[in-house]
């Protein structure tokens, strides 16, 4: 079920009116059926797969806790396996069965594996890492075991961030499933507040580039290389309206009923370096993989040499758990690359700071550092959007090729015809489309802005209660009026991981 839908739009009043009618006791059931019911409305089979990885991990948590040494290690072990076993089968056999199959052509061997005809479980990635986060922290014992089958099934499965996130720990969320939620009027309210900025974001923001990006990225071949320069611009734009507005929407509908998810984004696209950047985008990932991989592997506390090995593992493990292809791995390895020439050159770029005296002026320092990370995290996107490395390849020649026209015309005075270019025939979008676009990541901007001095609601709190009523107005006018509605309502990205 998407948020997005009109099912939703049933789907969720209803849950949350049930919950508060309930006695206390009976609110875990109702709400891992309701959990149920939002997964299966994809494809109901799927709903035995997330059983089994459930299944696995909330015994192997209970024979975790009760044996030691060796037995207690194997238990863990065989609860990873298990559990990554199922994720590969479903999501990474063929894409190293056609690698495996390839290399036995170049070698000249016989290699008759036949790929799988499977469809890959929706969110199944992040069911996954936070079945195993479960599993871990037990065996640190960092968690008790929970022996509540239901509220470990509802710690998995509990709807708002079953498919996308944000993933949560488990000391952070089973004794929420226990805790008696009462009905709070402001409680609720800003949690449909978030829900509304999360949807505005979505259909109004995400929905809408998508149609530029689609049919840009759709055909590199024959667009232009300035509409692929705008067209990676705006898929920045696409991809984080439509994570972060799915995380805003989980966040607000939990919030409404009493319960408390984790922030999964942080305005990072105002990032000063790349370091800064994956502590601000998807949050609740880039603390798993630092907590679970990257600090066990050794973390910063080796070597200089080993360090850079570990943060390039867990880049590339990164860019793989978003997606069987080699684009997301080039695009994991190539943040891992980021972040090592950050660390390499940091005493060459504060000499050259120096040498130019631009610590004298540091606004304009901050912005040059926020342009740059800026610019480099959008050539990583290109390997994110592309359907394939040669696609990526392609994209990289005909922008650079396009750059090179654009700067000729803009130097002899055409820019009616650099507009013209990026609205040429063809490409889904008008001037109203182009306009639309753009005033809306402005708007965006403008709210990022205006949180440097604190949460967006606890501004709007202090101002009075007719300006609070014209932007609420506002916000969930604009998702009517604006929202792109000419078609199916449109999943979310991060589904598809």
Same mark, same amino acid.
């Given at each position: ?419 013209? +270019?990026?609205?040429? *025939? ?7 489309? %182009?306009? &639309?676009?753009? $005033?809306? =990541? /402005? @708007? ?15 501004? +709007?709190?202090?101002? *009075? ?7 609420? %107005?506002? &916000?969930?006018? $604009?998702? =009517? /009026? @604006? ?15």
């Amino acid at each position: 079920m998407l948020f997005n839908s009109l099912d939703f739009l049933i789907y969720f009043p209803l849950v949350t009116l049930l919950y508060f009618l309930l006695p206390h006791r009976f609110r875990w059931g109702m709400l891992l059926v309701a959990s149920c019911l939002f997964y299966m409305a994809f494809i109901p089979v799927y709903i035995l797969v997330l059983f089994t990885t459930i299944l696995i991990d909330y015994f192997a948590g209970i024979w975790i806790e009760k044996t030691a040494g060796k037995t207690r290690k194997i238990w863990l072990i065989t609860s990873i396996l298990s559990t990554c076993l199922v994720l590969f089968i479903f999501k990474y056999f063929n894409f190293f069965n056609a690698n495996m199959a390839g290399l036995a052509r170049w070698l000249h061997w016989n290699y008759s594996l036949e790929g799988l005809s499977l469809i890959l479980p929706i969110g199944l990635s992040f069911h996954t890492f936070q079945s195993l986060s479960y599993v871990i922290e037990v065996y640190y014992g960092r968690q008790k075991a929970e022996h509540h089958f239901g509220i470990y099934a509802l710690y998995v499965m509990f709807y708002p961030q079953l498919v996308a996130g944000p993933i949560e720990r488990p000391q952070h969320m089973l004794h929420q499933f226990y805790e008696k939620h009462y009905f709070e009027y402001q409680r609720v309210a800003n949690g449909l507040k978030r829900m509304a900025w999360g949807m505005f974001k979505k259909v109004v923001i995400a929905d809408r580039l998508a149609v530029y990006v689609n049919q840009i990225y759709g055909d590199p071949a024959s667009s232009h290389g300035l509409q692929l320069l705008l067209a990676t611009f705006f898929f920045a734009y696409q991809i984080y309206c439509d994570f972060s507005g799915y995380s805003d929407i989980a966040i607000g509908a939990a919030q409404v009923m009493g319960f408390k998810l984790m922030e999964n984004f942080n305005r990072p696209y105002f990032s000063k370096s790349i370091s800064e950047f994956w502590k601000r985008w998807h949050i609740s990932l880039s603390t798993w993989f630092k907590d679970y991989l990257y600090i066990p592997l050794g973390g910063n506390r080796v070597s200089l040499s080993r360090l850079y090995m570990n943060l390039m593992i867990t880049f590339l493990v990164s860019g793989l758990w978003h997606g069987a292809n080699w684009t997301y791995v080039i695009w994991g390895g190539l943040n891992g690359f980021y972040l090592l020439m950050s660390l390499l050159t940091r005493s060459w770029r504060e000499k050259l700071v120096q040498l130019t005296r631009l610590g004298q002026f540091p606004q304009l320092h901050k912005g040059l550092q926020v342009i740059t990370t800026f610019t480099l995290i959008c050539f990583s996107w290109v390997f994110f959007r592309a359907s394939s490395l040669a696609d990526a390849i392609l994209v990289f020649k005909r922008i650079f090729q396009g750059l090179g026209e654009g700067l000729q015309l803009a130097l002899e005075g055409h820019l009616g015809s650099i507009v013209h +270019l990026l609205m040429a *025939p063809g490409v889904p979008f008008g001037r109203k489309e %182009y306009l &639309l676009a753009l $005033g809306t =990541i /402005l @708007l965006l901007e403008i709210a990022h802005l205006a949180q440097r001095k604190g949460a967006l609601k606890w501004q +709007l709190s202090q101002k *009075p209660v007719w300006v609070r009523w014209v932007f609420y %107005y506002g &916000l969930v006018m $604009g998702v =009517i /009026l @604006l929202g792109n509605y000419s078609m199916a309502p449109q999943q979310f990205i991060y589904f598809q991981f």
